[in-house]
C-alpha cells in the first residue's frame, strides 16, 4: 500500500521504517530539512536497537523514501499517518498545535482519491473529530486561493477521507521488535472502508510473518469508535504507571517492616490476574510517555469536571519515589556539601539516548542544591556529544573514573553492563564504597563481598 507519515519523530520514524520493511511504499515527510537530509543518506536520527538497519534495507529497495514535501507525501499515501509530537504544556496539557498543522496542511494539499489520515499521535480524546475538521478547514482555504481564478468546473475534484485513530504502544529501545510483535493494534474509526484499509496494511503484522514467534496466534485487532481507541492509549500508560507507582508505595512499605519488594513482587506477580511485568520497584517512571499521558488525562478528566484521584496519587508516589535515592544519600552521608556522588546510568531506561524526564535529571538538580559534587557515567551518553551538553554533573567517560573519589554511588539505570562492572576496583578508587541500588539490579551479596555497603529500593 502507498503510506505517507507525516512527522519522523520516534513513532513516526519507527512506524514509517517498519512498515516499509514489510513491503509497504512509504514515504516520511518532516519540515527539519536538516534532519531529512540525514535520513536520506541512511542515517537514523534516534537510537534505537535495529532501525538503522532496516531503515537502510528498504532505502535500498526503494519502498522508504524521506522529504520535507508535505504535497508530494499527501498526493502519494492512500494512508496519511500523523506522528507528529504532542510536547506537554507546563499545565499538564498536550500542544496539539503541531498536530493542527499537519492536519492543516493535509487538508491544504488533499485532491482527488480517497484517503485515510490516522492519528498516531497521542493526542487529547475527542481529537479525531478536531482533526477531521482542520482538515475540512485546510480544504476550504485552498479552494478560497484561486479565487476567481478559475471557472467552478475546474475546481479539484472534493477529496474524501477519514479519520482513524491507532495508538502506538511501542516502548523505547524495543520499538520495532514492539511493532512487530504487538499484543494488540487498536483501530479507532466508524467508516468500514477506512477500517478495512487499516485491516489490510496491518495484515502481515497480524499474521505474524514479522514476529519472533510466528507459533503463537493472531494479533487481536480490536475496532472501536474514535474516543474510546485514543482513550485506550491513555488508559493503558496510566494503568502501567500506576502499577509502578503501586509497587514502589509497597517498596517503601516493605523497607519499613524488612520485607523484600522482589520477593513480595515475585509473590503477587504469579496471580494471573495481576501478571509479574512492571512490578519492579525502583527510582520511579521516567520517559516521554508515562509522565506526560497521565498528567494529560488527569488533566482532561478535571476539564469535564472529573477529580482523578488515583491518578494524582500515581503522579505524587512518583515524585516523591524519585527523591528517595536522596533521602538514602543522606542517611548515609549525612551532609552533602562537600560529598561526591557517582551516578550509573542517565538516561530513564536502558537500550536508549532519551533523557526525557529522566529521574537522574531531578537527582542531579537537587544534589546541587545541596552542594554535593555530581558526576556519571552513561553507556551511551559518556560515549556521545550529549555529555557535553549535560549541565551540573561531570560525565566521565568510563566507570574506574567515576569511582574515583566518590563517596556513594546510586544505580539509576538498568543498563545490563553494570551487572559485570569490576566492583572491587571500583570500591577501592572510592572515598566510602556505598552504593544505593535505585533499581534492585545489582546482587547485593556479591556487592557486600566487594567492599560495598549496598542500599536497595525495599530491597
Ligand atoms: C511506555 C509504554 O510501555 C509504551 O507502551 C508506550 O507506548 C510509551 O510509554 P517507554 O516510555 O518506552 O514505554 O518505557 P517503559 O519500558 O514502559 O518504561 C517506562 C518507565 O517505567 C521507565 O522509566 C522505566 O524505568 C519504568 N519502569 C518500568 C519501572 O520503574 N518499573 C517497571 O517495572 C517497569
Not at 491513555?234 to 509497587?247: C, D, E, G, P, R
Request: glycine share 10%.
Amino acid at each position: 500500500m502507498r503510506v505517507c507519515v507525516i512527522g519522523t519523530g520516534y513513532v513516526g520514524l519507527v512506524t514509517g521504517v517498519c512498515l516499509s520493511h514489510i513491503g509497504h511504499d512509504v514515504i516520511c515527510v518532516d519540515n527539519n530539512a536538516e534532519k531529512v537530509k540525514l535520513m536520506q543518506s541512511g542515517q537514523s536520527p534516534i537510537f534505537e536497537p535495529g532501525l538503522s538497519e532496516l531503515m537502510q534495507s528498504s532505502m535500498e529497495a526503494s519502498r522508504l523514501t524521506f522529504t520535507t514535501d508535505l504535497g508530494a507525501g499527501v498526493s502519494h499515501g492512500d494512508i496519511l499517518f500523523i506522528a507528529v509530537g504532542t510536547p506537554p504544556l507546563p499545565t499538564g496539557e498536550s500542544d496539539t498545535r503541531y498536530v493542527e498543522a499537519v492536519a492543516r496542511g493535509i487538508g491544504e494539499h488533499l485532491n482527488g482519491g480517497y484517503k485515510v489520515i490516522v492519528n498516531k499521535s497521542t493526542v487529547p480524546i475527542g481529537s479525531g473529530d478536531w482533526v477531521r475538521m482542520i482538515v475540512m478547514d485546510g480544504m476550504a482555504e485552498r479552494q478560497q486561493v484561486p479565487v476567481g481564478a478559475g471557472a467552478p468546473a475546474d475546481k479539484p475534484k472534493m477529496p474524501t477521507f477519514d479519520v482513524v485513530s491507532n495508538p502506538e504502544f511501542l516502548r523505547e529501545g524495543s520499538a520495532v521488535y514492539d511493532t512487530f510483535n504487538p499484543d494488540r493494534i487498536v483501530l479507532g474509526g466508524s467508516n468500514p472502508k477506512a477500517i478495512a484499509m487499516m485491516k489490510e496494511l496491518y495484515e502481515p503484522i497480524v499474521e505474524r510473518q514479522f514476529a519472533e514467534d510466528s507459533s503463537v496466534p493472531q494479533v487481536p485487532v480490536l475496532v472501536t469508535d474514535l474516543s474510546s481507541a485514543e482513550m485506550v492509549k491513555y488508559a493503558s500508560n496510566a494503568f502501567l504507571a500506576t502499577k509502578i507507582s503501586f509497587i514502589n508505595e509497597v517498596a517503601n512499605i516493605c523497607d519499613r517492616v524488612g520485607a523484600d519488594v522482589v520477593q513480595v513482587a515475585q509473590g503477587i506477580g504469579l496471580d494471573s490476574r495481576i501478571g509479574s511485568k512492571f512490578l519492579q520497584a525502583g527510582i520511579g517512571w521516567g520517559g516521554s510517555c508515562f509522565p506526560k499521558d497521565v498528567s494529560a488525562l488527569v488533566h482532561t478528566a478535571d476539564d469535564y469536571g472529573y477529580e482523578a484521584q488515583l491518578l494524582k496519587s500515581t503522579i505524587d508516589v512518583n515524585t516523591r519515589q524519585r527523591l528517595l535515592s536522596l533521602e538514602k544519600l543522606q542517611h548515609i552521608l549525612k551532609i552533602l556539601k562537600g560529598k561526591t556522588v557517582g551516578l550509573l546510568g542517565l538516561t530513564f531506561k536502558p537500550d536508549t539516548d532519551d533523557m526525557r524526564d529522566a529521574p537522574s535529571l531531578i537527582l542531579i538538580e537537587h544534589l546541587n542544591r545541596l552542594g554535593a559534587k555530581v558526576k556519571a557515567y552513561d553507556p551511551i551518553v559518556s560515549q556521545s556529544g550529549m555529555r557535553n551538553g549535560m549541565t551540573g554533573v561531570i560525565v566521565e567517560t568510563d566507570v574506574e573514573r567515576l569511582a574515583d573519589g566518590c563517596d556513594a554511588l546510586v544505580l539509576v539505570t538498568d543498563w545490563k553492563q553494570f551487572k559485570d562492572l569490576d566492583y572491587t576496583k571500583m570500591a577501592g578508587l572510592m572515598n566510602t564504597p556505598n552504593l544505593i541500588d535505585g533499581r534492585n539490579f545489582l546482587d547485593r551479596k556479591a556487592l557486600e563481598n566487594a567492599g560495598f555497603t549496598y542500599v536497595g529500593v525495599g530491597h
